[in-house]
T-cell receptor, first 116, second 115 residues
Framework: SQTIHQWPATLVQPVGSPLSLECTVEGTSNPNLYWYRQAAGRGLQLLFYSVGIGQISSEVPQNLSASRPQDRQFILSSKKLLLSDSGFYLC???????????????FGPGTRLTVL | QKEVEQNSGPLSVPEGAIASLNCTYSDRGSQSFFWYRQYSGKSPELIMSIYSNGDKEDGRFTAQLNKASQYVSLLIRDSQPSDSATYLCAVSLRGGSGGYQKVTFGIGTKLQVIP
């Protein structure tokens, strides 16, 4: 079975500090990978998605970036955090072999980031 | 107009009752529809997927889809206090490549099941 991991689980960072969040998937190969942010009282916002190693698409221009150095590894980064970056960061995966319409996404446990 | 709309609630139902959660979407070309359950402080968990008009049942859960009305709902029979959570409606829209289709989420409806 497939498992998705995220770390750290919680993070408190000062404004202007860098950020690195990591996500790994086990039990599958060539997954589509996603980074979402869920701010308090708001819906899930897609930040980045990736259909393969080194292939990153950004949905929202901001001070965040993503990288996919390995097939099942997805990293979210920032050089300088803003207060508005606080939120619940979720990594998700889907199986592209299921066909484009069957885009079931499965979420990791998330990282709760507080920027002070 | 929001792409996926849900009433944020809270929706309160007594234990044992049927909870009815509703969602509307704006893109008529939407092809796939999902319901996620999210407990407070936790990540969303996929509980139902539905792709064609009609009803789909899984245990105490029934998803209903009406593409003509652009409406999808989730019924929870015999509601239990453990069903208390936020339920997110998600819709897969057209576009993308490489097996990717964008999924847009509603803000979620908070369900409270009262013992």
């Amino acid at each position: 079975s497939q498992t998705i991991h995220q770390w750290p689980a919680t993070l408190v960072q000062p404004v202007g500090s860098p950020l690195s969040l990591e996500c790994t998937v086990e039990g599958t190969s060539n997954p589509n990978l996603y980074w979402y942010r869920q701010a308090a009282g708001r819906g899930l916002q897609l930040l980045f998605y990736s259909v393969g190693i080194g292939q990153i698409s950004s949905e929202v221009p901001q001070n965040l970036s993503a990288s996919r150095p390995q097939d099942r590894q997805f990293i979210l980064s920032s050089k300088k955090l803003l207060l508005s970056d606080s939120g619940f960061y979720l990594c998700a995966w889907s199986d592209p072999r299921r066909g484009g319409s069957y885009n079931e996404q499965f979420f990791g446990p998330g990282t709760r980031l507080t920027v002070l | 107009q929001k792409e996926v709309e849900q009433n944020s609630g809270p929706l309160s139902v007594p234990e044992g009752a049927i909870a009815s959660l509703n969602c509307t979407y704006s893109d008529r070309g939407s092809q796939s529809f999902f319901w996620y359950r999210q407990y407070s402080g936790k990540s969303p968990e996929l509980i139902m997927s539905i792709y064609s008009n009609g009803d789909k049942e899984d245990g105490r859960f029934t998803a209903q889809l009406n593409k003509a009305s652009q409406y999808v709902s989730l019924l929870i029979r015999d509601s239990q206090p453990s069903d208390s959570a936020t339920y997110l409606c998600a819709v897969s829209l057209r576009g993308g490549s490489g097996g990717y289709q964008k999924v847009t989420f509603g803000i979620g409806t908070k369900l409270q099941v009262i013992p």
